[in-house]
């Protein structure tokens, strides 16, 4: 979901995005221990955050949901980050870094005086165990339902089955690291902003068995480290994950290399349900929450909360999956389900103000975006007349939505299934509706292809539209199963191509070539719409800048 970004200009797309100033919490406790030097907010007590839903895990290097890394965020450094309120690159655990003229070694100089919550140091060695364990994965860490990241991002691992992005990392000495890569892309080392990519202790990885990653039936068992130990360098250490509560608590990094957090601890209480999360911080169980549902934003506003809105930088999509019904291969039944979602009326009616519909995969802010691609206008008839062209009249199709969850592209999955299935039946289409929470079994199965549709979504990591087309369908063995059809080894091929080409202005005429393909010839899938998620918060909060990538750290936040 995030990423970072260097300031190397020549691959760095334009976002556009403006820096959102610093927002005002609130807070339940006082603190005793007074003031910080800087008179910027009080130092001490506890700031509770409404979680949408539950983390996964707390390795986030096995992540792939929003929830586990916006408690990763307060726990893990990269060795980049972003510029508060931006998608902005920018250092961090790195202080500075710079390519070969072949932009295929990367030289990291690292900061110095740092540890890891078990009192480790971080070191170019550290830098190195991390790269290597990523690409060592064995057995069931290479499968992209548990290292989604690390396939979409630097593809095969050591075993040699795929390419891999990732040749080697030495240790020119103790604060300087040096990457190697097997080829050129625009996306590194933008990627090492992710909370995927954070720096880890080889010691606690080791002592705890990090990569000991089991099958177990259609999911996964993960090891200690993953639930118990998580050890990163960042100003919130691991404290516990009451699963009978539905808490999990951070406490302060007392020995944190930069700017202490002001506050003690931070608590994510998990509240799926969005009016419940609204009356938690009316009631001041919670100090603020994310994405509240557009109907309360005034009321909020006008409750004396802040209601922060970020720009749109996400897509939401209507997911096909080609490999369960053979209907699906087909273009025109695709087309069909183009045209008769009301994907206006849908947007209008269910999502926040400021909320477009999405005629691509990515915004307008990203470098590759171009207006000249297919339109599918709502047209029922024209749904079914394709339908009847396609030989595919009477279709049923096993519509997944989840629940115990809400998303910044997608604030009410319920209500937004709702919409769209009744479009659907308006066509003649008949719906089999399936339901699983997020973390419950929904990605799982989405992943692992047993929808034949789907809601699901987006929010960038980067302004590289690698990181949105690239990510969706730069691997034929996607959840969309476009291997299935003779363009998809095309389409993937296309799109590492246009990674890999160092010219700017060239690389973004590809894009555009091929966001015109995907939409016009291929329509792997259905974009809906770009929407500005929201965060609210306490008045008397301060320290928390909302951020485009769902990035907000809680270190600098305070409570009074």
């Given at each position: 979901?995030?990423?970072?970004?260097?300031?190397?200009?020549?691959?760095?797309?334009?976002?556009?995005?403006?820096?959102?100033?610093?927002?005002?919490?609130?807070?339940?406790?006082q603190s005793e221990r007074g003031t910080?030097?800087?008179?910027?907010?009080?130092?001490?007590?506890?700031?509770?955050?409404?979680?949408?839903?539950?983390?996964?895990?707390?390795?986030?290097?096995?992540?792939?949901?929003?929830?586990?890394?916006?408690?990763?965020?307060?726990?893990?450094?990269?060795?980049?980050?972003?510029?508060?309120?931006?998608?902005?690159?920018?250092?961090?655990?790195?202080?500075?870094?710079?390519?070969?003229?072949?932009?295929?070694?990367?030289?990291?100089?690292?900061?110095?005086?740092?540890?890891?919550?078990?009192?480790?140091?971080?070191?170019?060695?550290?830098?190195?165990?991390?790269?290597?364990?990523?690409?060592?994965?064995?057995?069931?860490?290479?499968?992209?339902?548990?290292?989604?990241?690390?396939?979409?991002?630097?593809?095969?691992?050591?075993?040699?089955?795929?390419?891999?992005?990732?040749?080697?990392?030495?240790?020119?000495?103790?604060?300087?690291?040096?990457?190697?890569?097997?080829?050129?892309?625009?996306?590194?080392?933008?990627?090492?902003?992710?909370?995927?990519?954070?720096?880890?202790?080889?010691?606690?990885?080791?002592?705890?068995?990090?990569?000991?990653?089991?099958?177990?039936?259609?999911?996964?068992?993960?090891?200690?480290?993953?639930?118990?130990?998580?050890?990163?360098?960042?100003?919130?250490?691991?404290?516990?994950?009451?699963?009978?509560?539905?808490?999990?608590?951070?406490?302060?990094?007392?020995?944190?290399?930069?700017?202490?957090?002001?506050?003690?601890?931070?608590?994510?209480?998990?509240?799926?349900?969005?009016?419940?999360?609204?009356?938690?911080?009316?009631?001041?169980?919670?100090?603020?929450?994310?994405?509240?549902?557009?109907?309360?934003?005034?009321?909020?506003?006008?409750?004396?909360?802040?209601?922060?809105?970020?720009?749109?930088?996400?897509?939401?999509?209507?997911?096909?999956?080609?490999?369960?019904?053979?209907?699906?291969?087909?273009?025109?039944?695709?087309?069909?389900?183009?045209?008769?979602?009301?994907?206006?009326?849908?947007?209008?009616?269910?999502?926040?103000?400021?909320?477009?519909?999405?005629?691509?995969?990515?915004?307008?802010?990203?470098?590759?975006?171009?207006?000249?691609?297919?339109?599918?206008?709502?047209?029922?008839?024209?749904?079914?007349?394709?339908?009847?062209?396609?030989?595919?009249?009477?279709?049923?199709?096993?519509?997944?939505?989840?629940?115990?969850?809400?998303?910044?592209?997608?604030?009410?999955?319920?209500?937004?299934?709702?919409?769209?299935?009744?479009?659907?039946?308006?066509?003649?289409?008949?719906?089999?509706?399936?339901?699983?929470?997020?973390?419950?079994?929904?990605?799982?199965?989405?992943?692992?292809?047993?929808?034949?549709?789907?809601?699901?979504?987006?929010?960038?990591?980067?302004?590289?539209?690698?990181?949105?087309?690239?990510?969706?369908?730069?691997?034929?063995?996607?959840?969309?199963?476009?291997?299935?059809?003779?363009?998809?080894?095309?389409?993937?091929?296309d799109l590492k191509k246009a990674d890999?080409?160092?010219?700017?202005?060239?690389?973004?005429?590809?894009?555009?070539?091929?966001?015109?393909?995907?939409?016009?010839?291929?329509?792997?899938?259905?974009?809906?719409?770009?929407?500005?998620?929201?965060?609210?918060?306490?008045?008397?909060?301060?320290?928390?800048?909302?951020?485009?990538?769902?990035d907000e750290k809680f270190g600098p936040?305070?409570?009074?």
């Amino acid at each position: 979901m995030l990423q970072s970004r260097t300031a190397r200009s020549r691959w760095l797309a334009a976002i556009g995005l403006v820096g959102v100033s610093a927002l005002a919490l609130s807070a339940c406790a006082q603190s005793e221990r007074g003031t910080d030097s800087a008179g910027s907010g009080k130092v001490g007590g506890t700031f509770t955050f409404g979680a949408a839903g539950a983390p996964k895990l707390f390795d986030p290097f096995y992540a792939t949901d929003g929830e586990t890394f916006r408690v990763a965020r307060q726990m893990f450094e990269g060795l980049t980050t972003f510029k508060p309120g931006t998608a902005e690159p920018a250092p961090e655990l790195a202080e500075s870094w710079s390519p070969s003229t072949d932009g295929l070694t990367w030289t990291f100089k690292l900061k110095q005086n740092v540890k890891f919550h078990d009192g480790s140091a971080f070191d170019a060695a550290a830098v190195c165990a991390n790269f290597d364990r990523w690409y060592n994965q064995k057995g069931a860490g290479t499968s992209d339902a548990v290292s989604q990241y690390y396939v979409d991002n630097f593809g095969g691992f050591s075993d040699g089955a795929k390419p891999s992005l990732y040749k080697s990392c030495s240790a020119k000495d103790t604060n300087t690291a040096e990457i190697v890569l097997t080829a050129v892309t625009s996306k590194f080392p933008d990627i090492l902003g992710l909370p995927s990519f954070s720096m880890q202790s080889p010691t606690a990885l080791k002592q705890y068995d990090a990569d000991n990653v089991q099958a177990q039936g259609d999911s996964f068992v993960f090891p200690a480290y993953a639930t118990d130990h998580p050890t990163g360098t960042g100003p919130f250490k691991f404290g516990a994950y009451d699963k009978a509560n539905n808490t999990v608590e951070l406490v302060r990094n007392d020995d944190y290399h930069g700017n202490k957090a002001k506050l003690d601890k931070v608590v994510f209480r998990i509240i799926p349900d969005e009016t419940a999360r609204k009356q938690a911080l009316q009631s001041g169980d919670i100090d603020g929450y994310d994405f509240p549902a557009a109907a309360d934003w005034d009321g909020l506003k006008k409750a004396g909360f802040n209601v922060a809105i970020r720009p749109a930088f996400n897509v939401m999509y209507f997911g096909i999956n080609q490999s369960g019904n053979p209907a699906l291969k087909d273009l025109k039944v695709r087309q069909a389900l183009a045209h008769a979602i009301n994907r206006e009326q849908l947007v209008k009616s269910q999502l926040p103000e400021g909320a477009k519909v999405a005629d691509e995969f990515i915004p307008e802010t990203v470098g590759g975006y171009t207006k000249d691609v297919t339109k599918y206008p709502y047209d029922v008839e024209k749904a079914k007349a394709l339908l009847t062209e396609a030989g595919a009249t009477g279709l049923t199709l096993k519509f997944y939505w989840p629940s115990e969850v809400t998303r910044p592209y997608m604030p009410s999955p319920k209500d937004i299934y709702g919409a769209i299935a009744a479009d659907l039946e308006k066509a003649g289409i008949k719906v089999e509706a399936i339901t699983k929470p997020w973390n419950g079994g929904y990605l799982t199965d989405v992943d692992q292809k047993v929808p034949d549709v789907f809601l699901l979504g987006w929010t960038g990591d980067t302004g590289s539209a690698d990181n949105w087309i690239g990510t969706f369908f730069g691997n034929p063995e996607n959840r969309f199963s476009t291997g299935s059809s003779p363009w998809g080894a095309t389409l993937a091929a296309d799109l590492k191509k246009a990674d890999s080409t160092p010219d700017r202005d060239a690389r973004l005429k590809a894009y555009e070539a091929l966001n015109k393909q995907i939409m016009g010839e291929y329509l792997p899938a259905v974009p809906i719409s770009h929407s500005p998620p929201a965060l609210v918060l306490k008045s008397d909060v301060k320290g928390i800048t909302p951020s485009p990538l769902t990035d907000e750290k809680f270190g600098p936040a305070s409570k009074g």
